[in-house]
């Protein structure tokens, strides 16, 4: 049982180049969210997949696209990346409940835009 | 949306004192509140939560408790040890705008060192 599964760990592209971050659960977990990190910013929803066949924009969606493969499998797509998205992305999915959230995070992937 | 409201931002204490991080919430509709410690360079993991119809809640030396009428909920780490030294997080459950979607709202971070 692997939990939330993230490739790659690390990632260097150049302005304009396209990249998709890829995401998968063994949990059996309905729910699947990405999240961007910037240090004192905290974690900042991109966009999330309730269940399979749904994607919904978060917080901060511009510059990006997803896409759920399947009820394990929930990829980020960066088309055109610019240095303002140097970040840490994390993978996180959950059970779809009202009242106990819990989301396990995968172990992230730091992109580097130059 | 909701807005989460984490402080202090920092946080040094002395080994074997209280460490307290309080968080502020806007939507009253928020019914979760979950907890999370992350080390440098690793993963966010949950540490503790509480439900919105508990004041409080108890892990040994970690508790939480929940005002839901100020909305505002705090974390207390009680005897610190330097192993508690990482980045905190609180977030707030709220509902997303499909239907049956839930999502958290996080607090900026708190990192709390403690000094042996």
């Known amino acids: 049982n692997a939990g939330v599964t993230q490739t790659p760990k690390f990632q260097v592209l150049k302005t304009g180049q396209s990249m998709t971050l890829q995401c998968a659960q063994d949990?059996?977990?309905?729910?699947m969210y990405w999240y961007r990190q910037d240090p004192g910013m905290g974690l900042r929803l991109i966009y999330y997949?309730?269940?399979?066949?749904?994607?919904d924009k978060g917080e901060v969606p511009n510059g990006y696209n997803v896409s759920r493969l399947n009820k394990r499998e929930f990829s980020l797509r960066l088309e055109s990346a610019a240095p303002s998205q140097t970040s840490v992305y994390f993978c996180?999915?959950?059970?779809?409940?009202?009242?106990?959230?819990?989301?396990?995070f995968g172990a992230g992937t730091r992109l580097s835009v130059l | 949306g909701e807005n989460v409201e984490q402080h202090p931002s920092t946080l040094s204490v002395q080994e074997g004192d209280s460490a307290v991080i309080k968080c502020t919430y806007s939507?009253?509709?928020?019914?979760?509140f979950p907890w999370y410690k992350q080390e440098l360079g690793k993963r966010p993991q949950l540490i503790i939560d509480?439900?919105?119809?508990?004041g409080e809640k108890k892990d040994q030396r970690i508790a939480v408790t929940l005002n839901k009428t100020a909305k505002h909920f705090s974390l207390h780490i009680t005897e610190t040890q330097p192993e508690d030294s990482a980045v905190y997080f609180c977030?707030?459950?709220?509902?997303?705008?499909?239907?049956?979607?839930?999502?958290?709202?996080f607090g900026k971070g708190t990192k709390l060192s403690v000094i042996p």
């Open positions: 996180a999915s959950s059970e779809r409940s009202p009242a106990k959230n819990i989301q396990y």
């Open positions: 949990m059996n977990h309905n729910s």
């Open positions: 997949s309730a269940s399979e066949g749904t994607t």
């Open positions: 939507d009253s509709a928020s019914n979760y």
């Open positions: 509480i439900r919105s119809n508990v």
């Open positions: 977030a707030a459950s709220t509902q997303g705008s499909g239907a049956g979607s839930y999502q958290l709202t």
